[in-house]
Each structure stands twice: as C-alpha cells, then as structure tokens.
Nanobody, 126 residues
Framework: QLLLMESGGGMVQLGGSLTLSCVGA????????ITWFRQAPGKEREWISC?????????DYVDSVKGRLTIAKDNTKDTVWLRMYNLRPEDTGVYYC??????????????????WGEGTTVTVSE
C-alpha cells in the first residue's frame, strides 16, 4: 500500500515559521514528483510548491509564496520538507502533499498523481 503522511502543521502568529514534512511509505519519494498543495477555508485547493522526480534542485513555487517557502528532499529519510517563513494569515489552510511518478514539470501539478496524504492544518493569526 502506498501512503503519504504530512505532519508539522500548527498555529503560529504573523511572521512565524513552520516546517512541514511529507513521508512516504511503500514507495520512494525520490523517484516521484512531490507537490505541496494548500486549501484555504472556502477556497479551492491550489498547488504551492513542487520538487521534480529524480532531482534535489528542480523546484518551483507559486508566486504568492516565493521567497518565503523552501521545498527540500531528504533521500535518506524518504521525506520532503516544506519550510515556511514569514507566514501570513492568507497562508492558513490544510496542506497536502501528493506524488506523481510521471510528472516532469511543476506547471502540470495534477498530472499523474497517484498518492495523496490526508493533510496537515496550518493556522496563522495576526
């Protein structure tokens, strides 16, 4: 069974930081493109960051988070991290990670998604 599990969410104040983790079970995260999505209250899910399969440095971010989020892959722990800095209330939402063994570019965030986590909640207060 292929599983993804997110953790690290919580409540922080404006300007705070959090690090989310996405851990895989039953498959290698290194050979999958991992995308982080966010679903804000009352809004549709949107992709916010992506790291391409087989790479540690081929990454991309949605404009609203550039410079404040960093995605990274730890192959020894089969974990993808999402480090978030200078958080804003609009970053509030449920964060999901998803895996695709075929996606080759972050511009196709849903392409070939096979596995999703259940999400972790981030709340940023003013």
């Amino acid at each position: 069974q292929l599983l993804l599990m997110e953790s690290g969410g919580g409540m922080v104040q404006l300007g705070g930081s959090l690090t989310l983790s996405c851990v895989g079970a039953g498959f290698s995260l290194f050979t999958n493109t991992i995308t982080w999505f966010r679903q804000a209250p009352g809004k549709e899910r949107e992709w916010i960051s992506c790291i391409i399969r087989g790479s540690r440095y081929n990454t991309d971010y949605v404009d609203s988070v550039k410079g404040r989020l960093t995605i990274a892959k730890d192959n020894t722990k089969d974990t993808v991290w999402l480090r978030m800095y200078n958080l804003r209330p609009e970053d509030t939402g449920v964060y999901y990670c998803a895996a695709s063994p075929v996606q080759a570019t972050c511009s196709q965030p849903y392409y070939g998604m096979t596995t999703w986590g259940e999400g972790t909640t981030v709340t940023v207060s003013e």
